[in-house]
């Protein structure tokens, strides 16, 4: 959504996504993938040495930094309040209390705003997905006249902070065009600015460029019409990037906070993210800790899913911050 | 961008009929999800944003009153608290998060065995929902003496802070959180980087004697310059519009200790006893886009003979 709408300048995105990426997973020519040190620096025992115990300490950071606060909240989840509040880094002092997460799911009503999450993230990706592989079709493969005039229009919203839009955009929510009642407390007011992302169009548009054009006019040669190359050539020709687009739109759903907060005031609406900080003053630590961990379980699996999706997108600068 | 692919275009005059039969309406169809959905969510507010900055209104009835809007916003004297904290957030967020990542993703660049790994571990924290890492940050910067970060200060002996609760210590504890968050995504940007590197310099560099340290200095640093200077900027756009650690850790306490601009926007427009004041909101968000814009095309100017990527 808008507070999380990656943005990028151009020069960012390198040449893997332009090209349809490579079968194999690993190179076989050695010379290819060299990197600052050679074959010949690692045989040097003093080299191998400080750069084998620098890669042992830098593991050893990651897994502690990155990976100890989740490791925590796990532990958390299945610790009795008592526990969690007075021995918080103790191992199960007095047992594994896994109802908790009974709890969690039930007595605060965690599976309504986990399903309600889920909702918006679906609809989030059905939005971004429709406007990015039409918008795309259209600037990349039909080229109408006036292309270049959409696609800068497009373009100039990659420059605009989200700051900029959050106010107007909530009242335009409030009074939409054309229907004569307010959009809150309505999903269609997160799923419909949700496709409103330029970031997505260039990716898709730019992918969409490099597809060979002998395949457009052999379809069309055979009598396919626009709607026929659109699914049967162009979208599953598009797989890479397709996958690359849904994860991020999947996860930045599943992320927001502000937009949803403002647009969904009625709590039986919310999703996760913003119920969480109302439940955190009034709810039991352990019963508390396994609803953060509910929330965060589905990203973390396809992340470790989708692993090779998340790390080429990010690469092409999908996780900085708007 | 001339050849006109798949639709043949007839040479004679355009009427509506040529042009459907041309293609231009299935053209249409396909492009108005687009237009629609750009026009509505994303150029109508930027205009109304525009339009709004000037205007005062209650939802009901709306008047021009000029600049009012804007002096009353230099007039609010918590805006420059706001503005210093924004500052000093960047600031901190550049010296916690901005080398760290570099020197990782260069020693992650020589790995040898199960690099994925390492790049999954770093990435990780990225994909957690934001609420949910603050919130539970906010359980670890607990300021008992029982408290997680207390007790593991405890081990080697410094004695309790009281993190959040207090003005000095709340902003960094809110950037050592947001630089957790983030860290990963610039990671792997420098990795993709680092893979782009033209190999021959490396083997160059090795002709002319060049030592490992020599060759990351003189080849690897210099190759990453162009995207260096572009993660320098955009951590600073990113950081100039924080919202959700302020909100969530702190309310942007203590004594405005950590109130952010994007937060007093937020204030104006739905925090408001007397009714939103969308119009002191807008052109509060408009003078920090205008700013964000100025300082970008500045930087670009000031470093575009640095790099030549």
Known sequence: MTTTTPKLPEAVLPDVLENPPARSRRSSAPTADRTALSVSDWRRPRVRRTWNTMHVVLLVVLVVWCVGPLLLLGKFAITPTQDILRTPLAIFPNGVKWSNLYEA????????????????????????????TTGGYVLS????????????????????????????????????????????NSFWAVWLPAGASAFNVVLVTRFFDNLPREIFEAAKVDGAGPFRLFWSIVLPMSKPILGVVSVFAVIASWKDFLWPLLVLRNPDLQPLSVRLPSLEATTD???LMAAYAIATIIPILMFLVFQRMFLRGAGLGGAVKG | MTSHALVDRPSRRRTPVSWVRGGGLTTLVFALPMLVIFGVFSWAPIVK????????????????VGLENFQRVFADPVLPMAVRNTAYFALLALIFGYPVPL??????????????????????????????????WKFFYDPRPEGVFNTIIGYVGIPPQPWL???????????????????????????????AVPTELYDAAEVDGASVWGKVWHVTMPQLRGVLLITFILQIIGTAQVFLEP????????????????????????QNSLGGNYGMATALSLMLAAFLAVMSLVYFRLTRSWSTS
């Open chain 1, 141 to 184: 493969v039909l080229r109408p006249r006036w292309a270049k005039y959409a696609q800068a229009l497009v373009l100039a919203t990659l420059f605009v902070p989200a700051v900029v839009l959050l106010v107007p955009l909530y009242l335009i929510i409030l009074h939409p065009p054309l229907v004569d009642h307010s959009l809150v």
């Open chain 2, 165 to 195: 609760q207090s003005a000095t210590s709340a902003m960094p504890s809110l950037v050592l959180e947001a630089t957790w968050a983030a860290a990963g995504g610039t990671v792997i940007i420098y990795l993709a980087a680092l893979t």
């Open chain 2, 247 to 270: 909100y969530l850790f702190t309310g942007g306490g203590p004594a405005n200790a950590t109130v952010s601009v994007l937060l007093l926007v937020y204030r104006y427009a739905f």
């Open chain 1, 105 to 132: 799911w039930f007595d605060i009503n965690i599976s309504k705003y986990f399903v309600n999450t889920v909702v918006l993230a679906a609809g989030s990706w059905v939005s971004q997905m429709l406007v990015a």
């Open chain 1, 285 to 287: 630590k352990g019963t």
């Open chain 2, 103 to 136: 020197i990782a993703a260069v020693l992650m660049s020589e790995v040898r065995r199960a690099k994925g790994l390492y790049s999954a571990l770093a990435y990780l924290p990225v994909v957690v929902p934001p609420v949910v890492a603050v919130l539970l």
């Open chain 2, 49 to 64: 944003a525009v339009v709004m900055s000037f205007q005062k209104t209650n939802l009901i009835v709306t008047e021009w």
